[in-house]
Each structure stands twice: as C-alpha cells, then as structure tokens.
C-alpha cells in the first residue's frame, strides 16, 4: 500500500493519502481526512480505466467540501426533522443546519472533517477509525467508529462499517460519493446514466425532504426504477416529489431487506460500457442526482455543476427516529451497529 502526505489542514495538522490497487490496474485513494473517497478507477468496455468519482486535490477543498464530495457521514446521514429527537425519555438538541432541521449531523464540524485514525489491514485494506465522545455533536454516548475500505481483484470497493456506543443512540452512517461513469473530469452530467433499483417502494417527503412516515409504492411513477431508466427520462416532470427536492433526492426501500449483503442498484454507461452495481446489508438507499451541486473546480480543474455526480448512499431511513413504522436505527450497549456495503465494476 502506498501512503503519501496530502498536506496539512489549515490546523496544520497533516493528512495522509492511502493508495489501494488490485491486480488488474484498479486504484482507490482515501484519506485519513474525514475517511473520504478521494479517487477510484474503473474501467470502461476497452478496459480504460478512469476516475469515476468526484473530488478535489487538496486537503483545504476537503475542509469547505460543501457537498460532501467522498465523506463518511456520522452517526447520523441525512436529515432529522426539528433537529432534535428523543431516546430513553430524554430530549437532544442537535445543529440546526438545512431550514429547520438537522441535515447530516453536524455540516461544519461533523466526523467528515476531522482525522480519523489509520491502520493498514493488508496491501489493499485500510481501517479508519474516530472516537466521538458523549454529547458531541449533540449526541449521546461515547462512540468508537470505524470504517474499513477493501479493493478487491473483482473490481469491487467494500465499505465495512462498526460502531459502538455506551448510549442508545442514532447510528446511521453512510458514504456520500458522487458517481459519475463518464470519468470525473469529462465535463458531462449524469442524466444519460440509466439506473436499476431493487426498490419498489421509497418513502415521500414534505418541505424540507423529510419523510411523512409513509411507504409508497413507485409502480405508475416517475420515481419507478424497478427496470432500467435513464436518470433524466422524468427528472423534469411536474410531480410533486420532484419539484420539492428539485429532482430525485429520495430514500428508497430495499426490496427483500434481510440484514444480508443484497443487490440493491446497478447503474450504466452506455457510451463507455462502465457499469456499477451496488450491493449493502441495509434498509434503504438514497439515490440523490447532484441536484444542489454548487459550481465549483474539483480534481484535475474539472468543473462541477448541478447533476455532475450521482450518490446512493445506503442508510437506514431518514427521520426513523421519529417513524416508528421504519426500521430503527438506534444502537447502544450489546447492540453494536455493522453494515457493509459494496459498489462493484465490472472487468
């Protein structure tokens, strides 16, 4: 394994780049910054490899990374309606970060943006792990997690994650890459990626993308992607659930959800034949289409923009803390959190 310094945050504490490659030309950079995905390879039906998710060059772009380019979110992806929830009868307040609620723990502070503990667990495996103590970022419990990134020879990144808590607490980590399998740095969006969901159901949301707590079925939708659709067939449709998140940023419900490693998504490339399909332990997944994606220069002076990269991070429902109808995402003493997930390219 290669470990090169990154630079230093404007704390001047430095960074490390972990370089994994496997036997047949793939490679994946992370950084002990946030534990993010910085690079990964993959090749296209001539067997070209490139980069296929976005990111930037520099630890400082790291530090703003205003759309999560890459990052482990934790304890808690996604959002949290009134930014405050309760456990064993007590209320926690959290940061109050996207209208009125709680949008992906803590945006400027969160375990993203900070250094994570390194150990190299063989020539393609790295583990990063963080201490959280009680009541940070609003949190309880004293937590330990970790996340252990593993290149395999079959084209395959695996995200093994672990907490544990010595509190009932909200555990709902996740990745938040952005795919884009025309390569990173081509300039083009993602709407002519055509998507597969092993989900026939999502959950709908309000103002703000919170779930109402129901579970609808997508069967005569535009949110439909139990077959092959291209992304942006239907982004804009004037369908409610589109116009509040501005296109698909949705939870969708994992059919045949067994706590085992399923398949869950594939999405394709038609001009470069690259494929990726995505297999996880858990609930749900979050297809977001990079509908927010601000304007900025990412690795390689690409330019990013709006739809640039696709996201499915698997997670367990948003809000479940307040849906007791979901899938409960609240572990603590003898209930430790472990989940796996896998995006897989072909060779």
Same mark, same amino acid.
């Given at each position: ?14 960074? #490390? ?58 304890? *808690? ?19 109050? /970060? ?5 949008? +992906? ?6 375990? +993203? ?10 020539? /393609? ?34 995200? #093994? ?15 938040? *890459? ?7 740095? *081509? ?13 026939? &159901? ?47 940023? &949705? ?6 959800? /067994? ?62 803390? &307040? ?25």
């Amino acid at each position: 394994m290669k470990k090169t310094e990154f630079g230093q945050t404007k704390s001047g504490e430095t960074v #490390y780049l972990y370089e994994l490659k496997n036997n047949n030309g793939m490679v994946a950079t992370v950084t002990d910054f946030g534990a993010n995905l910085v690079s990964l390879t993959a090749p296209d039906k001539k067997g070209v490899y490139d980069d296929v998710v976005l990111g930037y060059d520099k630890v400082s772009d790291y530090e703003k990374n205003g759309s999560f380019f890459g990052a482990v979110i934790a304890p *808690s992806a996604n959002r949290i309606a009134g930014a405050s929830f309760e456990i064993d009868g007590k209320k926690y307040d959290l940061q109050i /970060n996207d209208g009125e609620n709680n949008l +992906h723990s803590d945006v400027f502070n969160g375990v +993203h943006k900070r250094i994570w503990k390194a150990s190299e667990e063989g020539e /393609n495996s790295v583990k990063f792990t963080i201490d959280s103590p009680d009541m940070d970022m609003g949190f309880p419990g004293n937590k330990v997690f970790s996340i252990t990134y593993t290149l395999t020879d079959d084209n395959e990144i695996k995200l #093994y994650y672990h907490c544990t808590s010595d509190k009932n607490t909200i555990i709902n980590p996740t990745n938040h *890459s952005y795919f884009n399998l025309l390569g990173a740095a *081509s300039g083009k969006n993602i709407e002519d990626h055509i998507l597969t969901l092993n989900a026939s &159901h999502y959950t709908p949301v309000v103002k703000g993308a919170i779930p109402t707590g129901e579970i609808a079925s997508v069967k005569g939708t535009v949110m439909d992607f139990t077959r092959p659709v291209r992304v942006g067939e239907r982004i804009e449709e004037d369908f409610m659930q589109l116009k509040l998140t501005l296109g698909y940023d &949705h939870n969708y419900v994992v059919d045949g959800y /067994n706590k085992k490693l399923n398949h869950i998504a594939t999405v394709s490339e038609p001009t470069t034949g690259r494929e990726m399909k995505v297999y996880s332990t858990l609930p749900g997944v979050q297809f977001y289409a990079g509908n927010c994606i601000a304007p900025t220069v990412g690795k390689k002076n690409a330019k990013y923009n709006k739809r640039s990269g696709l996201c499915l991070e698997t997670q367990f429902y948003p809000d479940s803390i &307040h849906q007791p109808g979901f899938p409960s995402c609240v572990f603590g003493p003898g209930n430790d959190y472990e989940s796996e997930t896998v995006y897989a390219f072909n060779k």
